[in-house]
C-alpha cells in the first residue's frame, strides 16, 4: 500500500475541482491518501469531495483546515466548533477517517490543531487582514491560543502497543523554520498563524519519523532533526510556482 499526501485543495475553484474528477478511478484503489486539510468551508461541495477520494483510495485520512471551519454565510450564533462536529459526521458518513489508522505496524496519526501565535504576535495589519478573524466564530471567551488547546487535547497521547513505526499529520505547520528562508519579508507577516509549536511537540512525542502538513501553500520536503516533514499543497489556481498540483508519494506501508 502506498501512502500519498495532498493539501489545501480549495475544490471552490473549478480549476481544482476538475482536477479531481479527472483523477484515476483506478490507479490508487489499495493505496491510502494523507489529506491535510482545506477542503471547502460550503458542506455539500466537501461531502462531494471526500466522497471522490473515498471512492478512488482504499483509505483517506482526513484533518480539517481553517477553511473548512469558517461559517461565514450559516446561520447566526453557530460557531466553528459546531462546525467541525459537523464535518467529523460528513466525514464518517464518507467513508473518510479522522481517527488514527495501524496498518503492518505503522501508525498514522491525525493531530488537530490552529495556530496559538507560538510563531510570534500578529500585527495590527494581519488583525485587519487575516480572513479567519471574521469568517470563523468561536465561543466566548475563545481566542487563537484556547482554540488551538481545545483541538490539541483530543490528539493521540501514545502510541499503541505493536507500533514499529510512527507518521502524524496536521493542516497546520508544526514549526517555524518550516517557511523556507527564500519567502519575501512581506510575507512573513502570516508567520503568527501559520501554526503551532505545540505540534512539533506532540509529534515528537509519539515518536514521528515523518510529518505531513498544509496551509502554507509552499511544497516542500525536509529532514529535521529526525523527523521528515512533507508539504504538498494543491493550492489556487494561480500558485503554479511553489505548488506542485499532483498527488507525492511518501511512503508505504
Known amino acids: 500500500m502506498r501512502i500519498f499526501a495532498l493539501s489545501d485543495i480549495h475544490v471552490d475553484h473549478d480549476d481544482n475541482a476538475k482536477w479531481l474528477r479527472g483523477l484515476s478511478a483506478a490507479d490508487y484503489r489499495r493505496d491510502l491518501l494523507i489529506l491535510a486539510g482545506d477542503i471547502t468551508h460550503r458542506q455539500p461541495l466537501l461531502t462531494w469531495c471526500l466522497n471522490e477520494f473515498a471512492r478512488r483510495f482504499a483509505q483517506v ?21 459546531q462546525k ?5 459526521a460528513i466525514a464518517a458518513d464518507c467513508g473518510v477517517s479522522m481517527r488514527p489508522y495501524v496498518g ?19 500585527g495590527e495589519d494581519l488583525l485587519q487582514r487575516w480572513s479567519d478573524f471574521y469568517a470563523c466564530r468561536w465561543p466566548p471567551g475563545f481566542d487563537p491560543a484556547n482554540v488551538a488547546a481545545h483541538f490539541a487535547a483530543m490528539n493521540l497521547s501514545q502510541v499503541p502497543a505493536g507500533v514499529d513505526r510512527v507518521m502524524t499529520f496536521s493542516h497546520f505547520l508544526p514549526r517555524l523554520d ?38 502554507s501553500h509552499i511544497n ?29 508519494c511518501i511512503g508505504t506501508l
Open 220 to 248: 516542500r520536503k525536509v529532514r529535521i532533526d529526525g523527523v521528515e516533514y512533507f508539504n504538498n499543497a494543491f493550492g489556487y489556481p494561480h500558485e503554479e510556482t511553489i505548488t506542485a498540483k499532483q498527488l507525492v
Open 104 to 122: 503492518n505496524g505503522t501508525l498514522i496519526a491525525p493531530l488537530l490543531g490552529w495556530y496559538d501565535y507560538s510563531f510570534g504576535e500578529p
Open 178 to 215: 518550516l517557511v523556507p528562508r527564500y519567502v519575501p519579508a512581506q510575507h512573513r507577516i502570516l508567520d503568527p498563524v501559520l501554526g503551532s509549536t505545540r505540534l512539533d511537540a506532540q509529534l515528537r512525542r509519539l515518536g514521528s519519523v515523518a510529518h505531513v502538513y498544509g496551509h
Open 61 to 81: 485520512l482526513f484533518v480539517p483546515g481553517n477553511h473548512d471551519l469558517w461559517v461565514m454565510g450559516e446561520a447566526p450564533g453557530k460557531t466553528s466548533l
Open 84 to 88: 467541525f462536529d459537523e464535518v467529523v
